[in-house]
């Protein structure tokens, strides 16, 4: 029997389009699976985190050779030990990402990632609360005068000092005490826009006979200059004079550790932060603290917090709870949003302060945090635990500072 012609023609036209078909069904599964991989999200949030870094260009300007004297009359009093090294943070372990409603959503999701996460790699993560935060070091020199009774302490210069500001510098000088007393302070000029400052300041304690010289501790406090607000503590050196030969000039490169805080512990606040890259926000909730510092006369406080959204060295927004009154562990439970464009997280700064009221004279502060990519490693934390978990609210306990 003879086939028809326009049948076989038909033939091959099928089975081309069923190849297509698979083609085209293999490729769209391919790139759904692309999308969600989550080491090629990994992969491109490292590559992209990497051309972030910011590295604050020190100036090159070096300081004057400059002499400062304070006459001390001499006191029988001895020295205390030296201060107690700064109280570090506890971070709360990390929580599991709940899965993406849509592929569009891992994307907005990735794509704040890759241009929110601080440099960094995600590996180290997990032991990042665990280490030790670089605070840069100092050099100074320390020698007696036995014919004068004068100490003379030189301060030269310090090297690797983290970024304080919005700009990604700061602007260091330091202050030296002879503990245990703080009534007399020497400070070096401050050093605009440098993390290698160079002082070459002299400072002369007179009047101090060789004795009682070495029941002092020498205590040198680096600060970051702040012309609004308070200055920011970067790190401190303490050295009991009796542990050094005085008889000659002696110069030392030191760490600087973090500062203590002499006043005591100022209490802790327990607060969530939530990031929807969609809506452009992140909402603040400040749930409690506890053990504050009692800031007034009858040994309670009358607490409140202030919420103050900033970027760069500009305040943009602020908001406050409600005061809780003779309470130093209140329960708070206030919720504030904030909206944040996603091209300006990284210059944002939440400041968060715990004050106390007072109806007869100003507020005082009991004490701050400040939550940004560049803070303190627990802060740090808790900021990027917020950019990887979009949508959750993740809570950890803070130290205020003072």
Not at 31 to 37: E, N, P, Y
Not at 95 to 109: A, G, H, I, M, Y
Not at 257 to 277: A, M, Q, T, V
Request: net charge positive; glycine share 6%; with cysteine.
């Amino acid at each position: 029997p003879a086939l028809d012609p326009q049948a076989l023609a038909g033939a091959p036209s099928r089975d081309v389009l069923l190849v297509s078909a698979i083609i085209t069904i293999s490729l769209s599964v391919t790139i759904v699976l692309c999308g969600i991989c989550q080491w090629c999200q990994r992969k491109l949030g490292k590559r992209y985190k990497n051309s972030l870094e910011t590295v604050g260009t020190p100036d090159s300007s070096r300081g004057r050779s400059e002499k400062k004297t304070i006459k001390l009359p001499p006191t029988g009093k001895t020295a205390n030990a030296a201060p107690a090294p700064g109280q570090t943070q506890h971070d709360e372990s990390d929580r599991k990402t709940e899965p993406r409603s849509s592929v569009s959503d891992l994307v907005n999701s990735l794509t704040s990632e890759m241009l929110m996460l601080s440099p960094g790699s995600e590996d180290d993560e997990g032991h990042e609360g665990a280490s030790r935060e670089n605070l840069g070091r100092i050099q100074f020199s320390v020698g007696y005068n036995f014919q004068e009774s004068t100490l003379t302490v030189k301060i030269m210069k310090a090297q690797e000092l983290p970024a304080k500001d919005f700009s990604g510098t700061s602007d260091p000088f330091v202050k030296i005490y002879l503990l245990p007393d703080k009534k007399h302070k020497l400070e070096t000029k401050v050093k605009r826009k440098n993390l290698n400052p160079h002082w070459n300041e002299t400072f002369l304690f007179e009047g101090f006979p060789y004795e009682k010289v070495v029941q002092r501790v020498l205590y040198l406090q680096v600060l970051d200059y702040d012309r609004f607000s308070r200055n920011d503590p970067i790190g401190e050196v303490s050295i009991p004079l009796n542990k050094i030969d005085l008889t000659q000039m002696q110069t030392f490169w030191k760490d600087l550790k973090p500062c203590s805080d002499g006043s005591g512990s100022r209490g802790e606040l327990l607060l969530s932060l939530c990031y929807n890259p969609s809506a452009n926000s992140i909402v603040v909730n400040i749930i409690k603290a506890r053990n504050l510092k009692a800031m007034d006369i009858g040994g309670t406080s009358d607490p409140y917090v202030k919420v103050w959204l900033m970027h760069k060295d500009k305040r943009v927004e602020k908001k406050k709870t409600v005061v809780m009154k003779r309470c130093l562990n209140p329960v708070f439970n206030e919720s504030f949003i904030f909206d944040i464009p996603t091209e300006r997280l990284r210059e944002t700064t939440i400041v968060i302060t715990v004050m106390d009221k007072d109806k007869l004279s100003r507020n005082d502060v009991i004490g701050k945090i400040y939550l940004s990519w560049k803070s303190g490693p627990g802060e740090v934390k808790h900021w990027k635990d917020m950019i990887a978990h979009p949508r959750q609210a993740v809570a950890q306990w803070h130290q205020l500072k003072a």
